[in-house]
């Protein structure tokens, strides 16, 4: 499964798995402190937030 979205200059590609590109325009980086995802598994119908392996 493949998921495309962009809001602004913010695009985002999510491929089932553990494939996620993040693309931003460079003059918009200055601003950005980080990012976080979010993941509901729609199944087991819960939420949060994935933290590093």
Request: hydrophobic share 35%; aromatic share 4%.
């Amino acid at each position: 499964m493949r998921v495309q979205d962009t809001s602004g200059s913010l695009r985002l590609n999510a491929i089932a798995g553990t494939h996620v590109v993040v693309d931003m325009d460079q003059a918009d980086c200055r601003s950005l402190l980080g990012f976080s995802v979010n993941r509901t598994s729609h199944d087991e119908g819960e939420s949060g937030y994935l933290t590093p392996a």
